[in-house]
């Protein structure tokens, strides 16, 4: 899996946005300007987290399988293996979806 090969440093955060469904639910393709962009993701690595001042270690807010709400704007492209990844700081995520 191209996501174990890297893992993210400090307080980022390894994402793979989920994609739009491109069918109706009765099996209509939908053409590209109805398909709506979605700002969701699945984590699949996460740092260890950033230091205080002090050097005491916070960890991320988030771990590994959780759904989470992107920004519309941010986040690093990563490709690898022929799939777009995002690293995004763990403060930029506006928060974990749940299920």
Do not use: C, H, Q, W
């Amino acid at each position: 899996m191209a996501a174990r090969r890297l893992i993210p440093l400090l307080d980022r955060v390894l994402i793979e946005r989920i994609i739009a469904p491109t069918k109706s639910a009765g099996g209509v393709l939908l053409p590209e300007s109805a398909v709506t962009k979605v700002n969701e993701g699945v984590v699949l690595a996460v740092g260890p987290g950033r230091r205080t001042k002090d050097g005491d270690l916070l960890p991320p807010s988030v771990k590994e399988g959780d759904k989470v709400l992107l920004p519309e704007y941010g986040g690093s492209l990563v490709k690898l293996n022929d799939k777009e990844l995002f690293l995004y700081r763990d403060d930029e995520l506006l928060g974990i979806l749940a299920d």
